[in-house]
């Protein structure tokens, strides 16, 4: 970790220094971990941690358990999680997982089945594949990040690819469900009607189809046909390899096409669309995104922009990153982490971590902004950035203490109620 800091290398040579330490005692009761509050950092930890032990050689197979850290609570936790263990497993990586969020821990345990069922009911060997002669290698690096580099088109007033924020686009009949309350859905509003859009949807095998595409001079949106039978991630990314960059690419979570309200499980489809969509966009794949298996059309915008977040690709509200509690937690997380998210949920961009005690919080705080950390029984350590600011504040005081000091840093404003309330007032 001092040679290579606190980054997946890291991680991953740290662990392997251990690892020798219990392989030359001839000891191999053990498994890998590499958990990041991070789905980008934690995805590409494992991978490296996979692509190093396999360079060690075979004795090295040692099982892989999965988990997000610190990933908070509700449907964010979920879609954290989601991105994070489900890419994995989809990339055939994992032994054992588990879903930390900062709610009873009873509730965890369903959002774990449902992300391992597919693949303990063997769902993906039912699926199409890609045939070895179709299948081309990616073209990013599956270790670090970098979004694929298509050309910038506009559609419907929207920008579109080229390093344009993620779009999110909706089915006329959604859009039209919603029309009377657009106004009304604030940051979640669908941006672009997809059959108003113009978007290509091929077969990613069809070498003529794209080979066409390739020769047009004019970027064109193109996403993956509906009612193939192959699995999202592998189609979305042999499209990605085969496609010209310049073309941008709408994702889609399911190639089903739209799910009916009688056969829809809104948790199911917020895992599938997290894990599908989630993944390709930690791989620096998609400039717009589509969620067609969850049937209510606000939630799928829900669904869709709460993604773009969780993945770090689109950030339109505050980030938490919460512990899920433990035996050393110093205070109720679970209420805690609703009365901050109450009070600073409309901070765009802001990251702020809720850690319930000192010995592993602030290690475990990632990149957060500003740090609610219990110090000790009914006292509260404060922190902006790793740094610990104020200290020992009684609980009652904390929250109002922590908006002090996001105040003092310039990162406050007041939520839009408040700041009609105060023009109302001048
Ligand atoms: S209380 Fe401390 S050790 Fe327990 S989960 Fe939270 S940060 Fe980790």
Redesign the pocket.
């Known amino acids: 970790m001092n040679r290579y800091g606190d980054t997946p290398l890291g991680m991953v040579e740290s662990a392997l220094e251990f690892a020798r330490i219990a392989r030359r005692n001839d000891y191999h009761n053990f498994l890998f971990s590499m958990k990041a509050s991070n789905p980008k950092v934690m995805i590409e930890a494992y991978r490296l941690l996979v692509a190093h032990l396999s360079a060690q050689g075979e004795d090295w197979n040692y099982p892989i358990h999965l988990g997000v850290t610190e990933a908070g609570d509700g449907e964010d936790g979920r879609i954290k999680s989601a991105i994070g263990i489900g890419s994995l497993l989809a990339d055939g990586i994992g032994d054992t997982v588990r879903v930390s969020l900062t709610e009873d821990a009873v509730f965890e345990i369903p959002v774990c089945y449902a992300l391992v069922q597919p693949y303990n009911d063997g769902e993906p060997a039912r699926r199409e594949t890609i045939q070895p002669e179709q299948q081309q290698p990616v073209r990013y690096d599956p270790f670090s990040y970098q979004r694929r580099a298509s050309e910038r088109l506009p559609i419907s007033g929207i920008d579109v690819g080229g390093g344009a924020t993620v779009a999110v686009f909706t089915s006329r009949e959604k859009w039209d469900a919603l029309a009377h309350k657009l106004d009304r859905l604030g940051d979640y509003k669908p941006e672009v009607v997809v059959e108003d859009s113009g978007v290509i949807a091929v077969d990613p095998r069809d070498d003529a189809t794209i080979t066409a595409l390739n020769a047009d001079p004019q970027p064109r949106l193109v996403t993956v046909a509906e009612g193939l039978a192959l699995r999202v991630i592998p189609a979305f990314r042999l499209l990605a390899a085969k496609l010209d960059a310049r073309h941008p690419i709408l994702l889609k979570d399911t190639l089903e096409g739209p799910a009916t309200v009688e056969t829809a499980d809104f948790v199911q489809n917020l895992l599938r669309a997290a894990t599908n969509i989630g993944s390709l966009l930690c791989d620096g794949i998609g400039d717009a995104v589509l969620v067609n298996g969850e049937p209510a059309p606000g939630q799928s915008l829900r669904i869709a922009y709460n993604i773009l977040q969780a993945a770090g690709t689109r950030i339109f509200k505050t980030d938490y990153v919460a512990?899920?509690?433990?035996g050393?937690?110093l205070f109720n997380l679970q209420s805690t982490t609703q009365k901050i998210r109450a009070a600073t949920g409309h901070l765009k961009g802001v990251r702020i971590a809720v850690?319930?005690?000192i010995?592993?919080?602030p290690g475990?705080m990632a990149d957060a902004d500003f740090g609610y950390v219990?110090g000790a029984p009914g006292k509260i350590n404060l922190y902006v950035g790793k740094t610990a600011v104020k200290f020992n504040i009684p609980e009652d005081e904390a929250v109002a203490r922590l908006i002090d000091l996001i105040r003092e840093h310039d990162r406050w404003i007041d939520a839009p109620h408040e700041a009609a309330r105060s023009g109302e007032e001048a």
């Open positions: 512990c899920p509690s433990c050393r937690t850690m319930g005690c010995v592993n919080g475990e219990g």
